[in-house]
Each structure stands twice: as structure tokens, then as C-alpha cells.
């Protein structure tokens, strides 16, 4: 019967995966089409498809995930494809509202036609300015002037003898004033004496009364009449006529400045203008402001004061991308003042209102042009960490109601035939993208085992697409350094090598011992902690790690797992646990596990281990004679126990 250790002893090759080059079916990445859709990630596709084709309010979509797994990328090729099927959303203007010139009005108008009326109405000013003045110059006008004067003097003439004769009918004359028509009572064909008025019977009294406010009524019907036959002139004809542009400042230059903005009214502001778009809009906004999001109201300078109106208004990023999509970084809104709660509120009321945030902690509120607000029906993407969701989710009452979706990003995928061939498949977009050189199938098999490598996984491959993108990069380089039409399995290893090199030389701090059984990189992404396990006697499928084998768990727990035979960080054997207590109490098996003291430092609490482990610190092992004696074990420069080989005791 083979020894303890010989039958748990791991063998060389079976430390590192590795792929043959002759299983992948080219000879370089010339021949592999480059991907066009997202890698390794069916469940966050699955999860934008669904968030894009629900139309309903309230299941905007949160892409959480680490940096450099595609999120963005991935989201944007899905949306501008699901974009492309989509109608064109209108174009929207504002134009002066005469009735409240302090809000103006908003319209959509179709996709297009925006400039074209803007275009219009500029040239119906310019034409109405030369035309009118011509008009106004020629012999038929001054005839047709005359009549229209003429006309106007006899429907008033005929209003004020109506308007007489009714009140003559009553007993009451009319007298022009400067504050309008007065109404007098008449005695005798005469004005009655204020006398002769206060000794009238009260009944006599009532009555006069009575047919004064009859002929006051008519009195106001008429001269409302005669009003409306003024309106029938142009009101602002004189701003129409031409005038002579003064050379200095002055009340003609004042003058000739108001002319010019009253006739700014009649013209178009094109807010949002979708001419030659093709589909739904997809906005990406790199800087989320406030302004940049909700849109502004500029002001200019007339005459030394600064002013605005409805010209002045500017479109945010949810006017642009309104009737398609709105791609937000999660933390970019965060971070900047009052774009958070200004994007919600616009998402909950399903309006763009544009409105200045200093308002609302002003001391006296100013006089300025609010626009009417903009319906809104736009699909809201917002890409950011996994932890920051989390928070979201439980202090921000409105964001589960508003953000139903998730797309969870993985930081890795499982190493298969489909994404062996999706890891060559995102080279061929790379080399094609960057215009590097193509890479020999040698060299193809070495990033997927360095993929691998990241993952710290026999059967994962990372995710982190922006890692492989830099190291096909680096690998070029180190290709062209050395001559090489194509990119060798040898630039990948010099690629990897100088990349340690100069995460070495520049996180500053790097420890390590022969073996690499403990080291990290500080500030390093790839933020580590190698976790040095002793497996001994075991029947029970806990492992095949023997004496000193080392396994990287990251800031996990060291977990075992019985299918794998090695100790996997990302999933626990309850099963294994119970079965190497029971094969412990019989006496004959043991497990002991020996950790760093950087795991207690970062309180990193595993069950699973303590379960295994807790039992021997009190138990005799078979394995540490001095410690079975009831010696003491080692003591070290920290102070902890050590076992016999010197290694720290959990």
C-alpha cells in the first residue's frame, strides 16, 4: 500500500490547465471572424434584451459589474441594435406663447420639419420686411388706406349715434371724456341739477337708477366694438417698416434694439432636430450634470443686462434621447450635484423640466421664462458596480421602483468549446480593431490559460476583456520587437512577464518566498492572498493537495471541493466537511489547514474551514510530534503558533 503522501501528491502537469494549440481550428486569427456580440455573459444578455423590450414604465435597466467585463460595450451594441428597429421619435420646437410670453410653448412637429419651419419662418420675416415697406409705397395702398379710414371713422360715427339715440330714448345724455362716456340724466331736455335729483320721490329715484345702468351696459357693448374694429389694423405694422440702423448709441439704437427682439418672437427655436436618423436615438452622456441632463436656459447681453427668452432654451441629455435610449454611468450621476434626484424626478413624472437648481435656494425667486415641460418616453441605462446597486436598492426608495432590471456582469465564464472559441473570436476584433498583428494559435492557447490564470480556475476564463485587450496589445509590441510577422506563444509569455515586472517595480510594495506562498501587489487590481494548505489522510474526497501545495483564493475563504480535487474558492462542500470531521473523530485521518496571518488581519471569517480546522487546535495531530508531547508549538517573530515546518497555525 503506496504512503500517505505519495497517494495524495499532486502531480506536476496537473498544477496548470493547459490548452493544445492543435485543438483550435485555424492557424492564425486571419481566419477567425471578429465577434459582434457579448462573450460568456447569457444571462446578462438576456436580462438587456428583456429590459429593452418592455415598454412599460419602471423597468429601466442597471448593467452592474466590474470594470473591463464589456458591460458598456456590450450594452451599447445591444441597444443601438434594439434601437435601429425602432420608429424615429418627432422633432420638438418652442415658439413665443403671446397669451403668457413667460411660458413658452413646446410643440412636436415630425422628424425633420423642425429646421425646415425654422427655415420657414425666417424667411416669412425677411420677406414680410421688404415686401411690407413695399406695399405700403405704391398708390394702391394709399387709396386702399384711405378707404380703410374712411370705413373705420363711419362704423365708429354709427356706433356713437346708436349709442346716443338709446340713451336719449332713457332720458340720459352722453358727454366724451378724458376717462371715457359718462351717462348724465336729463330734466327737461337739459342736464339735471344735483338739486333737483335729491327731491325726487325714492321710487322716482330707483327707476332713473335703473335706466342709467341700461345705458351704462350699452355704453360698454359699444365701446367693445369699437375696439374690435381697431384690432382689425396691424397691430405691430411699424415694426415691419424699415428704419435706419443708428451709427451711435442712444434711444434710436435702444429703439431699433427693441424692434429687433419684438420681431424675434415670430421666429422657430428647433430644440431637438432628428433629421437624417434612421430608429430610435441612443444618447451615451460621458459628463451627467445637471445642465447636461435636465438642460439649460442661457441668458445674452443687451444694453449692459443680461436677458433670455424662449431662443435661449437648450436641450439635456434626456430631450436628445427622448423616444430612444439614455446610456449613464451610475457613479458619474452620483457624484455630481442634483443630477440624481433630477433624474428621478424626471423618470417618476415623465417630464423634462427645465428649470435653474440655484432657484430653490434663493432667497427671492426671478423673473425668467419657464417652458413648458417635455412629455418623456425614453428607456434608461445605468452602468455601475455591483455594491453600488445594493445600496441604491435599500436607501433609495424610488430606485427599485424605477430601475426593475438587472444585467449582472460575471467576472467570468466557464472554459468550453463555445468560449474558447468567442476568447479567439474577440483577438480577431482586437487585432482588427487596433490594427495589430495577427496571432499564431499557439499564441491564441497561451492568452487562454493566462485567462485562466486570472481566475485562479482550472475551468474559468475571466471575463475581464479590457485585461485580455492589453495584454493582445503588449504581445504585438513584443512581436514587432522581435521580428515576428505574427504573434508567438513566446510575445504572450514576454508580454506576461514584463507586465509583472512593472506591477513589481511599480506598487512599490511585493513579498513573496520561494513557491510564491504568500505575496501581494498593493493597489494592484488583481488584489490577492495565497493560502498555503496541508492535507494528510484523506479518504473523504477533500482534496488531492498534498504537503505545501499552494492555491490562490483571493479574499475568499479556502473552500474544498470534492468534484474538482482542488480547493476551490468559489463554492463549499458541505458534504466534505462532514465527512472529515467523522473520518477525524475515528482517529485515523486527519485535515489541518495553515493559513497567513493576512487573513485575520482582513477578518476574512470561513466557516467551512473553521468547521474542519476548530477540532485539531484543541486534538493531538499525528502529524507534529512535538506538539502531540504536549510541547508547545514553535513560537515565531509575530508571536503566533507555528507547526513544524514553521508555517503559522490557524
Same mark, same amino acid.
Given at each position: 500500500?503506496?504512503?500517505?503522501?505519495?497517494?495524495?501528491?499532486?502531480?506536476?502537469?496537473?498544477?496548470?490547465?493547459?490548452?493544445?494549440?492543435?485543438?483550435?481550428?485555424?492557424?492564425?486569427?486571419?481566419?477567425?471572424?471578429?465577434?459582434?456580440?457579448?462573450?460568456?455573459?447569457?444571462?446578462?444578455?438576456?436580462?438587456?434584451?428583456?429590459?429593452?423590450?418592455?415598454?412599460?414604465?419602471?423597468?429601466?435597466?442597471?448593467?452592474?459589474?466590474?470594470?473591463?467585463?464589456?458591460?458598456?460595450?456590450?450594452?451599447?451594441?445591444?441597444?443601438?441594435?434594439?434601437?435601429?428597429?425602432?420608429?424615429?421619435?418627432?422633432?420638438?420646437?418652442?415658439?413665443?406663447?403671446?397669451?403668457?410670453?413667460?411660458?413658452?410653448?413646446?410643440?412636436?412637429?415630425?422628424?425633420?420639419?423642425?429646421?425646415?419651419?425654422?427655415?420657414?419662418?425666417?424667411?416669412?420675416?425677411?420677406?414680410?420686411?421688404?415686401?411690407?415697406?413695399?406695399?405700403?409705397?405704391?398708390?394702391?395702398?394709399?387709396?386702399?388706406?384711405?378707404?380703410?379710414?374712411?370705413?373705420?371713422?363711419?362704423?365708429?360715427?354709427?356706433?356713437?349715434?346708436?349709442?346716443?339715440?338709446?340713451?336719449?330714448?332713457?332720458?340720459?345724455?352722453?358727454?366724451?371724456?378724458?376717462?371715457?362716456?359718462?351717462?348724465?340724466?336729463?330734466?327737461?331736455?337739459?342736464?339735471?341739477?344735483?338739486?333737483?335729483?335729491?327731491?325726487?320721490?325714492?321710487?322716482?329715484?330707483?327707476?332713473?337708477? *335703473?335706466?342709467?345702468?341700461?345705458?351704462?351696459?350699452?355704453?360698454?357693448?359699444?365701446?367693445?366694438?369699437?375696439?374690435?374694429?381697431?384690432?382689425?389694423?396691424?397691430?405691430?405694422?411699424?415694426?415691419?417698416?424699415?428704419?435706419?440702423?443708428?451709427?451711435?448709441?442712444?434711444?434710436?439704437?435702444?429703439?431699433?434694439?427693441?424692434?429687433?427682439?419684438?420681431?424675434?418672437?415670430?421666429?422657430?427655436?428647433?430644440?431637438?432636430?432628428?433629421?437624417?436618423?434612421?430608429?430610435?436615438?441612443?444618447?451615451?452622456?460621458?459628463?451627467?450634470?445637471?445642465?447636461?441632463?435636465?438642460?439649460? *436656459?442661457?441668458?445674452?447681453?443687451?444694453?449692459?443686462?443680461?436677458?433670455?427668452?424662449?431662443?435661449?432654451?437648450?436641450?439635456?441629455?434626456?430631450?436628445?434621447?427622448?423616444?430612444?435610449?439614455?446610456?449613464?454611468?451610475?457613479?458619474?450621476?452620483?457624484?455630481?450635484?442634483?443630477?440624481?434626484?433630477?433624474?428621478?424626478?424626471?423618470?417618476?413624472?415623465?417630464?423634462?423640466?427645465?428649470?435653474?437648481?440655484?432657484?430653490?435656494?434663493?432667497?427671492?425667486?426671478?423673473?425668467?421664462?419657464?417652458?413648458?415641460?417635455?412629455?418623456?418616453?425614453?428607456?434608461?441605462?445605468?452602468?455601475?458596480?455591483?455594491?453600488?446597486?445594493?445600496?441604491?436598492?435599500?436607501?433609495?426608495?424610488?430606485?427599485?421602483?424605477?430601475?426593475?432590471?438587472?444585467?449582472?456582469?460575471?467576472?467570468?465564464?466557464?472554459?468550453?468549446?463555445?468560449?474558447?472559441?468567442?476568447?479567439?473570436?474577440?483577438?480577431?476584433?482586437?487585432?482588427?480593431?487596433?490594427?495589430?498583428?495577427?496571432?499564431?494559435?499557439?499564441?491564441?492557447?497561451?492568452?487562454?490559460?493566462?485567462?485562466?490564470?486570472?481566475?485562479?480556475?482550472?475551468?474559468?476564463?475571466?471575463?475581464?476583456?479590457?485585461?485580455?485587450?492589453?495584454?493582445?496589445?503588449?504581445?504585438?509590441?513584443?512581436?514587432?520587437?522581435?521580428?515576428?510577422?505574427?504573434?508567438?506563444?513566446?510575445?504572450?509569455?514576454?508580454?506576461?512577464?514584463?507586465?509583472?515586472?512593472?506591477?513589481?517595480?511599480?506598487?512599490?510594495?511585493?513579498?513573496?518566498?520561494?513557491?510564491?506562498?504568500?505575496?501581494?501587489?498593493?493597489?494592484?487590481?488583481?488584489?490577492?492572498?495565497?493560502?498555503?494548505?496541508?492535507?494528510?489522510?484523506?479518504?473523504?474526497?477533500?482534496?488531492?493537495?498534498?504537503?505545501?501545495?499552494?492555491?490562490?483564493?483571493?479574499?475568499?475563504?479556502?473552500?474544498?471541493?470534492?468534484?474538482?480535487?482542488?480547493?476551490?474558492?468559489?463554492?463549499?462542500?458541505?458534504?466534505?466537511?462532514?465527512?472529515?470531521?467523522?473520518?477525524?473523530?475515528?482517529?485515523?485521518?486527519?485535515?489541518?489547514?495553515?493559513?497567513?496571518?493576512?487573513?485575520?488581519?482582513?477578518?476574512?471569517?470561513?466557516?467551512?474551514?473553521?468547521?474542519?480546522?476548530?477540532?485539531?487546535?484543541?486534538?493531538?495531530?499525528?502529524?507534529?510530534?512535538?506538539?502531540?508531547?504536549?510541547?508547545?508549538?514553535?513560537?515565531?517573530?509575530?508571536?503566533?503558533?507555528?507547526?513544524?515546518?514553521?508555517?503559522?497555525?490557524?
Amino acid at each position: 500500500m503506496k504512503a500517505l503522501h505519495e497517494r495524495l501528491a499532486v502531480k506536476l502537469e496537473d498544477l496548470r490547465r493547459r490548452l493544445d494549440p492543435a485543438a483550435l481550428p485555424f492557424q492564425t486569427t486571419a481566419e477567425v471572424t471578429p465577434v459582434k456580440t457579448t462573450i460568456g455573459q447569457p444571462r446578462a444578455a438576456e436580462a438587456i434584451a428583456f429590459a429593452l423590450e418592455v415598454g412599460a414604465r419602471g423597468f429601466h435597466l442597471y448593467a452592474a459589474g466590474s470594470p473591463g467585463t464589456g458591460r458598456e460595450s456590450a450594452v451599447l451594441a445591444a441597444v443601438r441594435s434594439f434601437a435601429a428597429t425602432r420608429p424615429t421619435p418627432p422633432d420638438w420646437v418652442y415658439v413665443h406663447n403671446f397669451a403668457e410670453p413667460d411660458r413658452p410653448r413646446a410643440f412636436p412637429i415630425p422628424a425633420g420639419q423642425g429646421r425646415k419651419l425654422a427655415m420657414a419662418m425666417t424667411s416669412f420675416l425677411e420677406a414680410a420686411q421688404r415686401e411690407i415697406p413695399r406695399a405700403f409705397e405704391s398708390e394702391d395702398y394709399a387709396r386702399r388706406r384711405q378707404q380703410s379710414l374712411a370705413e373705420v371713422s363711419t362704423r365708429r360715427a354709427k356706433l356713437i349715434a346708436d349709442l346716443r339715440a338709446f340713451a336719449q330714448a332713457r332720458e340720459f345724455a352722453l358727454e366724451m371724456t378724458p376717462n371715457g362716456i359718462a351717462n348724465i340724466p336729463l330734466h327737461n331736455g337739459q342736464p339735471m341739477p344735483p338739486e333737483v335729483f335729491a327731491q325726487l320721490q325714492p321710487g322716482t329715484k330707483a327707476e332713473l337708477e *335703473q335706466r342709467g345702468q341700461q345705458v351704462q351696459a350699452q355704453v360698454g357693448a359699444s365701446m367693445r366694438q369699437m375696439r374690435q374694429i381697431e384690432k382689425d389694423l396691424p397691430e405691430h405694422l411699424h415694426d415691419f417698416l424699415p428704419v435706419a440702423e443708428p451709427e451711435q448709441p442712444g434711444p434710436a439704437a435702444a429703439h431699433a434694439l427693441q424692434r429687433r427682439e419684438r420681431l424675434a418672437r415670430y421666429e422657430v427655436n428647433v430644440l431637438i432636430d432628428n433629421s437624417g436618423m434612421t430608429g430610435a436615438p441612443v444618447v451615451v452622456e460621458r459628463n451627467p450634470t445637471y445642465y447636461n441632463l435636465i438642460g439649460r *436656459q442661457d441668458y445674452r447681453a443687451v444694453l449692459g443686462t443680461m436677458v433670455t427668452d424662449f431662443r435661449q432654451v437648450k436641450p439635456g441629455a434626456l430631450h436628445r434621447a427622448n423616444g430612444g435610449f439614455l446610456v449613464l454611468h451610475a457613479l458619474d450621476v452620483i457624484h455630481s450635484p442634483f443630477a440624481w434626484e433630477a433624474l428621478k424626478r424626471a423618470l417618476v413624472s415623465g417630464e423634462a423640466r427645465i428649470e435653474n437648481p440655484g432657484e430653490q435656494v434663493a432667497t427671492l425667486p426671478s423673473a425668467r421664462p419657464r417652458p413648458e415641460p417635455i412629455p418623456l418616453d425614453l428607456k434608461v441605462v445605468l452602468i455601475g458596480p455591483a455594491a453600488l446597486y445594493q445600496s441604491l436598492h435599500h436607501v433609495d426608495v424610488e430606485f427599485p421602483e424605477l430601475f426593475g432590471v438587472k444585467a449582472d456582469f460575471a467576472p467570468d465564464m466557464d472554459w468550453s468549446e463555445e468560449n474558447l472559441a468567442s476568447y479567439s473570436a474577440f483577438l480577431s476584433l482586437v487585432v482588427h480593431d487596433r490594427g495589430l498583428r495577427h496571432f499564431d494559435r499557439s499564441a491564441v492557447a497561451r492568452v487562454v490559460e493566462h485567462g485562466a490564470r486570472l481566475r485562479d480556475h482550472q475551468r474559468k476564463l475571466t471575463a475581464r476583456f479590457l485585461d485580455v485587450a492589453r495584454l493582445a496589445v503588449e504581445a504585438s509590441h513584443w512581436a514587432g520587437k522581435a521580428g515576428h510577422e505574427v504573434v508567438l506563444a513566446e510575445d504572450v509569455d514576454a508580454a506576461i512577464a514584463t507586465r509583472g515586472d512593472r506591477r513589481r517595480n511599480g506598487h512599490g510594495r511585493h513579498r513573496g518566498r520561494a513557491g510564491g506562498t504568500g505575496q501581494r501587489a498593493v493597489g494592484d487590481r488583481r488584489r490577492r492572498l495565497r493560502l498555503r494548505a496541508a492535507v494528510a489522510g484523506d479518504r473523504t474526497g477533500l482534496g488531492r493537495a498534498g504537503d505545501g501545495a499552494e492555491h490562490r483564493a483571493g479574499d475568499r475563504a479556502l473552500r474544498p471541493d470534492p468534484l474538482e480535487r482542488v480547493f476551490d474558492p468559489d463554492r463549499v462542500s458541505a458534504s466534505a466537511v462532514r465527512a472529515g470531521l467523522a473520518a477525524l473523530a475515528g482517529g485515523d485521518d486527519y485535515l489541518r489547514a495553515v493559513v497567513r496571518r493576512d487573513r485575520r488581519r482582513l477578518g476574512v471569517v470561513d466557516r467551512a474551514l473553521c468547521l474542519v480546522v476548530g477540532p485539531l487546535r484543541s486534538a493531538a495531530e499525528p502529524g507534529n510530534r512535538r506538539h502531540r508531547r504536549g510541547e508547545p508549538a514553535r513560537r515565531g517573530a509575530s508571536g503566533r503558533g507555528r507547526d513544524a515546518q514553521g508555517r503559522r497555525v490557524l
